[in-house]
């Protein structure tokens, strides 16, 4: 250790320059880990799309206080462990990067993977899935249709 008057030797080494990189999100989505709560978000309103269905059902009131929750599933007709994680991974990062900014305070979402689809889906692909499901999921429903 040494004093603080004493000269900085030169071993040219530089310090660490300050990253610009973006601060990490402070928005963690709460994971949906009850199977009662994917049950009654499966009784709710769905959303299909060629990469991925999405549920979403707004909690009672007593329950808004909890922000936005999110769950992942996919059944076996995806394909093996392998197939069914990769899937998952996919879907965490599209809703990772979405749903604190699509996501409405008081509800549950559930994203489920379709077969082959969401793991050969392209991301931006993905990521438009999601956009239009939050969309229609979110669109007032008091309009009559043209």
Known sequence: MTPPEAPEATTGIQPPAVSSCPKAQKHRLQVLRKRADFLAAA????QATKGMVVQARRRPEGHT????RI???CSKKIGNAVARNRAKRRLRA???ELMPALGVEGWDYVLIG???????????ALLNDLKYAMKKLHADRSTPRA
Request: net charge positive; aromatic share 8%.
């Open 71 to 73: 769950g992942y599933t």
């Open 94 to 96: 599209v809703a990772r």
């Open 65 to 68: 206080a909890l922000g936005v």
């Open 114 to 124: 379709r077969r082959e689809d969401t793991i050969a889906r392209s991301y931006d």
């Open 43 to 46: 009784r709710a309103r769905r």
